[in-house]
């Protein structure tokens, strides 16, 4: 064949390559077989059919191949995680510690420890999931500290007052669990979720 | 924990938006959160490796490293692909890096000498499938580290030249000549038994 003068798509030159007796570049029959695509001559020649034939028995064995990988359904995740969480928690990040009660008083807590609080009050608000918390000093000496809180809010609500549970919530758990002085709670709706009928936790008090 | 319940969440549902939230809060530190994704994630990353290692025992160990891996990185993850996406090559690089240190690279003419004259005698067919199977995962063996991500993802993993070249960190055109000369190596070592 001397029609294919210009190399199509998806072959090399790299010396790698393998002409048939009828003169097709072996990449180029594979291509074409892959793509679906053929030509009267692929269609006839010997050689190319012999060439998509090697492919086809191969593809047979990379069938059964493929079936012999289990369904990640059936593969129990629990052990795994829990070796991984192990190593995790052996892991040191640094991380910001925060003042807590009085000035004086030279106590201090994480921020990751204090965010995890912070955020599981934020969610004891329906339909409220709490993404970013950063927790940061506010100024002044005895001024406490600053959260910034990320939700994703039920659709359909008023996000005012959906806004003013959650920052009573925050300030709640910050006194009572933390022992935490807030200055201020700021809530940013990074999400608006139309959550169906999953969940349902009757918490609306 | 109020919310310790919706962490755990269904594992290929909605990757979407309940990851958005777990990958903002694992990065903070979140230890939970971090736990829930490496549940939601860890099958598909599992039956990744195994295609590419070929046993399920190193490929937990190379997931397990990987999301260690992700977990140190996490802070420095933006979110310019999904966090799935992102773990897939994590997952597919930390394999790559097995492979290479697992064999000396045999060159691709041995692909010929694969031994295999007690198969050519079997007479049914289903031992011939079965059998081509199992002396197809062997010459798997024959392909280099590359050579051999780059078919199973393939092959294997249906994924597209584009996705792969992604993953592997490489052009579609090295993607395709490594698909192309794996595909030249298993076709040979197949059919030197036939």
């Known amino acids: ?205 | 924990m109020a919310g310790a319940r919706r962490l755990t969440a269904p594992p290929d549902a909605g990757h979407d938006t309940g990851d958005t939230l777990l990958v903002v809060r694992a990065a903070e530190g979140d230890e939970d959160a971090f736990a829930a994704l490496v549940q939601g994630h860890a099958p598909v990353l599992i039956r990744l490796a195994t295609r590419l290692l070929g046993t399920v025992a190193e490929a937990e160990d190379a997931v397990q490293d990987a999301f260690l891996s992700a977990w140190r990185r996490l802070p420095e993850f933006h979110g310019q692909a999904s966090f799935a996406t992102w773990m897939y090559r994590i997952v597919t690089n930390r394999c790559l890096n097995v492979l290479r240190a697992r064999r000396p690279v045999v060159p691709l003419e041995a692909a010929g000498e694969m031994p295999a004259a007690e198969h050519a005698t079997s007479p049914a067919r289903i031992t011939e499938a079965r059998d081509a199977v199992r002396e197809l995962r062997e010459a798997l063996d024959l392909l280099s580290a590359e050579q051999r991500a780059c078919w199973v993802l393939r092959e294997l993993d249906g994924r597209s030249y584009e996705f792969i070249a992604d993953a592997v960190g490489i052009s579609q055109e090295a993607v395709r000549a490594r698909v192309f000369r794996a595909r030249r190596c298993l076709t040979q070592a197949l059919g030197a038994w036939r």
């Open chain 1, 1 to 205: 064949m001397t029609t294919h003068t210009d190399p199509p798509e998806g072959t090399r030159a790299d010396g790698d390559d393998e002409r048939l007796p009828c003169g097709r570049p072996l990449s180029q029959v594979w291509d074409d077989w892959e793509r679906q695509v053929s030509d009267p001559h692929s269609a006839t020649c010997p050689h190319c059919r012999h060439a998509v034939r090697d492919l086809e028995q191969l593809e047979t064995a990379v069938a059964g191949l493929r079936e012999e990988t289990p369904e990640t359904s059936a593969y129990d995740a629990e052990p795994l995680t829990r070796r991984v969480m192990d190593l995790v928690r052996l892991e040191l990040r640094p991380g910001r510690p925060l003042p807590l009660g009085e000035p004086a008083e030279d106590l201090w807590i994480m921020e990751t420890v204090a965010a995890r609080a912070l955020r599981s009050a934020a969610e004891s608000v329906e339909g409220v999931s709490a993404g970013s918390c950063r927790i940061v000093d506010a100024d002044g000496p005895a001024a406490g500290v600053e959260v910034r809180l990320d939700i994703h809010a039920p659709a359909h609500v008023g996000l005012q007052e959906l806004a003013e549970r959650v920052r009573r919530r925050v300030r709640e758990a910050a006194d009572r669990e933390l022992g935490m002085v807030i200055a201020s709670v700021d809530i940013r709706v990074t999400d608006l979720v139309d959550s169906g009928a999953e969940n349902r936790e009757g918490d609306t008090a």
